[in-house]
């Protein structure tokens, strides 16, 4: 038998990955040209390829591949949100997703067959996100450490934008004093205080999170206010008002009619109930591989569909309030704030981590920029509450 020598071998190999290169970068480059960016080009928003891996990456991995591309940094972009912007304004993602069909089945038959977000898994995306460390939050954030959607109709400023969001609330909920309010996913405690000092009402206000608990309490302390380490499935007794901000995005399909009808039982006849939740602008089947791994693990966007079948025939829909718009400049803020703050935070944290949570903001960014993203902020009753609820802005 003929011997093959080591440099034929290599130059065989070689010569047969070439062409599955080439269909690659073919691949993105056509992605590009449909999204209204260049390959290597010179605008802020262009992609300059590091790594030539990065190709075979994407084209294999999707999204997943995309985002830990950047983190590996095999690929650079100055402004990540405009090139967001432009690949989900074509709905990039979904041509994404059509190259790897047999791996996007997967994902799906997961969210599909299994309950991401029962309560046994309820305290992950505490551990893992929320728990990360309370100075990357109190870095990014404004004063009331708000992370949610700030409300820009007359502000100037993020802690203005989200003092007015807290305000904004309490009128919705039309808070009167010595009522008792509970918060589900208080997070820090921001809604909390605000309610209990301005609104004089009583809070109870529950995380999955021990290091949201521990700063809550102390910004909370002197004030009617008890935060509680506890999954929404364990709720007792009945308030006057509920709200849930920025938590709804945890709870996942297979749990929404539950979780309206715990709301329902939790909620007074004569009582309101504001909902304050991401939503996406069709059902999705899945949430972006990249954010389920670096970011919110289990999470799942709702629809409006989703939410007017969970809720249907538990309580009536009073009010919906789209101000998307305004979650592309609270992200914008955030990513100033964090930028500005990291070298407090880089030796802690590393490069990795600063990549990460670059791609993390600033994608999101895009996303609300191009409407697939939407805010909304739902008022519900009972009907057994008398009267007309007059819509608040």
Known sequence: MASISPISSRTSSAQKLAPMKARASGTVHHLANKAGFRINGDAPWDIRVIDPRFYRRVVMEGSLGFGEAYMDGWWECDRLDQLFHRLLVVDADRHIDSWMQWRLLRVVMRHALFNLQSSRRAFVVGERHYDIGNDVFETMLDSTMSYSCAYWLRAATLEEAQRDKLDLICRKLELQPGERLLDIGCGWGG???????????????????????????????????????????????????????????????????????????????????????????????????????????????????????????????????????????????????????????????????????????LSCAGYFRSRQGQLWQIVFSKRARSGVYRSVR
């Open 191 to 361: 809604l909390a205080r605000y309610a209990a000092e301005h609104y004089g009402v009583e809070v109870l206000g529950i995380t999955v999170s021990k290091e949201q608990q521990k700063l809550a309490r102390e910004r909370c302390a002197g004030w009617p206010v008890s935060i509680e380490l506890l999954d929404y499935r364990a709720l007792a007794g009945q308030f006057d008002k509920v709200v849930s901000v920025g938590m709804f995005e945890h709870v996942g399909p297979k749990n929404y009619a539950d979780f309206f009808a715990i709301v329902e039982r939790r909620l007074k006849d004569t009582g309101l109930f504001l909902l304050h939740t991401i939503g996406n602008y069709l059902t999705p089947r899945k949430l972006d591989p990249w954010m389920d791994k670096y970011v919110f693990p289990n999470g799942r966007l709702p629809s409006a569909t989703d939410i007017a079948g969970g809720v249907e025939g538990r309580l009536l829909i009073e009010d919906w309030h789209n101000f998307g718009a305004d979650y592309d400049r609270t992200l914008m803020a955030w990513w100033e704030n964090f930028e500005r703050g990291w070298p407090r935070l880089a030796d802690k944290y590393g490069t990795s981590f600063y990549r990460m949570w670059k791609y993390y903001l």
